[in-house]
Structure formats: C-alpha cells, structure tokens
C-alpha cells in the first residue's frame, strides 16, 4: 500500500467533514455578492460576461472525472464463506443476533450484497456454523496478538474450526470488556475505530479475518447497530480486498492515481471506506431490519449518480473543480490537481452537476484541510458565485497562504441542498 503519512497533514480533519460532524471551518473570505452579474477569467481575476454556463436537461450535463477503486491484481472472495466466532465471555442473547443479522445477508442478495459487490466479481455469500469458544476474550489484546492466537487455532486441527479455503473469512466478534489496539499509530477500538480486516499467511496460504469490537456507541449507532454497521463494512471489504498486507495479493484497496487524495482524506481506499464518511453512510433496509453501509460503486460514480449505493432515491448532485494539471506531493506521488505557488492565486472552474431533476439550486463551499485539522489555514477561497443547478459552472478562486510541508495544500468543496450533501476534493500544489 501507499505510505499514507505523507498526507496527514492535508486530510485528517476532513474526516470530521465528510462524517457530518460539526467542523471548525473559516468563511470563505472575500466572497462577493455576484448577484446575476456574469464573469469570465482574465490574469486570474474574475471579470464580466463569463461562460457560466446554463441549467441543462441532460443529466448529468458534464463528463464526471470521478475517482474509481483500484486492483492491485490480487484475488477476491468470488464466493466468500463467512466463519463467526464468538468467546465463552459474550452474551448469547446478544450474539444470536448476530447470526440472525448474517443470514440476513444471505437471503437479501437481490437487494444489498451483491448491488455493493458484484461489480467487484465477488457473488453471494455464506454464513458458516458459528464457531462458540468457551474460552473469554481477553481484556486488552492487540492486532498482533490476534494474528498469532488465530494462526495457533488453525494450524491445530480443533474440529470446532473449519479449515480455510479461497474463500473464507474469519470473523471475529470480540464481547464488550475487550479493548483492541492496532499499533504503528492505529489507536483503540471504539474511539479510533470500529472494526477492521487483514490477513495472516496459514501453511505459506493467505487467510482473511475480520474484526468487530463490541462498542456502546460508534459512528452515530448504538447497540447491534453498531456491531451491524461494521460488520457490513468489514465484510464487503474482506471479500473484495481479502489480503490488504500482501502487497503481492492486495486487490480492490486504492483509488486511481489521478484521485488518490481522495483515499487519504475519506480514511481509506477500500470500497467501504470510500463512502463511510458520508452523513447517510449507514441505513436501515426493512427485509435486513438492522443497519448496514452503502459501499462505493465505481459504475455509479462514473455514471455521475451517487457512488455510495443503494441510493437513497434521491437526486444526486455535486461540484467538480476541473483539475487538469499533474502536482507532486512530497516529491512522492504525481496526481492531478492546480499549481499555484505560495502566495500566488488562481482562478479554477467547478462544473455542478447532477443526475435527475434537483428542483432548486444548491450551495456551494469551499473548505481548506488544513483549516480542517484546527491548523493554521494554507488556502483562502472566493467565489464568483455560490450556487447553481445542472449544466452551470462556478469559479473559485485560491490563494495559497501558506505552504505545507508537503508542498501540496487539500481542499474540498462542499455541495448542500436541504438536508442532501455531498463532497468533491481536490489538491493544490506549489
């Protein structure tokens, strides 16, 4: 996988903006009130009579440069097996719920997992007989210490475990009392994360295993909703990325280089990942009756609908900046964005967009990453104008304050509508 430091410094507030929290984001400044005046781009400066534009009945009225979720050429689970385990210390009340939510995934096909994985070559699934240890968890344990505890039961012929196969997935449903660390950085379970999955080599084979804290409360959800959630995540993941840490096995785990950004500010690049943040990442379908998550679709996304699917139904909308230049970051990676040196502007166009029929205009905004992380902000904004419907075109203008370390500043544009958001991001490089 890529080396993901490098972009701290732009993205780990944006998290916080995509989740629909709060966000501690400065106004644009300078902001003019164009009223119906139009604009072209002259030096950089926004003047009159520009091409703004107009409302189109072809949806969605531009081409969409949407990111797409990436193979590194390693396998999937085509026909994934899920193996649940439960510990001697948990609730069997509450892990009967478990089971019941897992057949579910297997009777609702139609409707839920093959929709979020059949694009990905992965079909439907199957839930293996619960593997009920009598053993307890562990009140402390780490990834580590779990990859060796698991290799131990497979590699000992317990007839309580089936054997891995090509496509098998442990998952691991550790009870409430335990608290799961991942090192290098990765924080505690049910504050840093909700769950996760990876790999361990089995007798020279790749074995895939899920992890699912028990946590009170997580993104929102409480209860066997948040065990729900995450479950959904970590297994569509499983099945399309079986094996993330071998680089020579690693499958659908990035976005496309000329989008890159977008894995790092969304947290991941992994099919769940790229839509977790989202304020209606998670529902509530009624033949499921327990809440899972919509998972990135790259057909959706190039298409100009809604990426994260199932869609809710409704109109999808977005702002595009039109990003054609190549930037370095770091020296490290080349992705497309805008060159524009410190202290310098530039003027970008951002195309609005959307698939059906939104009714009214909606608002734009544009955010800065570092403003995101509570830093010391790198880029300052102004628009000619800040809302528009299907077929118009906006333009942004952006100062770069001041340089990361990197030498590439993150921003996002922020879509609204009533309730209805969504978020585009781009890159800045000096």
């Not at 785990?253 to 894995?263: A, K, P, R, S």
């Amino acid at each position: 996988m890529r080396n993901i430091s490098i972009f701290l410094s732009l993205v780990i507030g944006a998290a916080a903006f995509a989740c629909g929290g709060d966000t501690q984001d400065q106004p644009d400044t300078g902001d003019p009130d164009a009223g119906d005046q139009d604009a072209i781009v002259q030096d950089d400066v926004v003047t009159d009579d520009a091409d703004h534009g107009s409302v189109s009945t072809t949806y969605p009225a531009f081409k969409v440069d949407a990111p797409q979720v990436v193979s590194f050429g390693g396998p999937i689970l085509a026909t994934p097996k899920v193996v649940p385990v439960y510990f001697g210390n948990d609730q069997t009340t509450f892990t009967d719920q478990i089971t019941a939510f897992l057949g579910k995934l297997t009777t609702t096909t139609a409707t839920y997992w093959l929709p979020a994985v059949q694009e990905y070559s992965v079909g439907a699934l199957t839930i293996a007989t619960p593997v009920q240890l009598t053993e307890s968890a562990a009140a402390s344990i780490s990834d580590t210490q779990i990859q060796t505890w698991l290799s131990n039961k497979l590699t000992t012929n317990d007839p309580a475990w089936p054997a891995p196969d090509a496509n098998t997935v442990y998952a691991l449903f550790y009870p409430t009392g335990t608290t799961i660390s991942l090192g290098q950085g990765g924080g505690s379970s049910c504050s840093s994360f909700g769950g996760y999955h990876s790999n361990i080599t089995v007798n020279q084979k790749d074995v895939s295993y899920a992890v699912m804290p028990r946590c009170a409360k997580f993104g929102g959800l409480t209860g066997i909703d948040a065990v729900t959630a995450t479950t959904s995540h970590e297994l569509i993941e499983a099945s399309t990325d079986p094996y993330p840490q071998d680089q020579n096995n690693a499958a659908y785990g990035q976005v496309d280089d000329n989008h890159i950004i977008w894995e790092f500010v969304l947290g991941g690049g992994e099919t769940g990942d790229m839509c977790a943040q989202n304020i209606d990442s998670f529902f509530k379908p009624s033949d499921i009756g327990n809440y899972v998550q919509r998972n990135w679709s790259n057909k959706a996304a190039a298409a100009g609908h809604n990426p994260c699917q199932p869609s809710a139904g409704l109109p999808y909308f977005n702002s595009m900046p039109v990003l054609n230049e190549k930037v370095s970051v770091a020296g490290q990676l080349t992705t497309k964005g805008v060159t524009i040196p410190v202290g310098s502007s530039k003027t970008i166009e951002v195309d609005l967009f959307s698939d059906a029929n939104t009714g009214a205009a909606w608002t734009v905004t544009a955010l800065d990453g570092a403003t995101l992380q509570q830093q010391p902000a790198e880029l300052s904004f102004s628009w000619d104008r800040t809302s528009g419907k299907n077929g118009e075109k906006l333009y942004l203008t952006i100062k770069v304050l001041k340089a990361s370390q990197y030498g590439a500043e993150g921003f996002l544009i922020e879509s609204t509508l009533g309730t209805q958001s969504s978020v585009w991001v781009g890159l800045v490089g000096n």
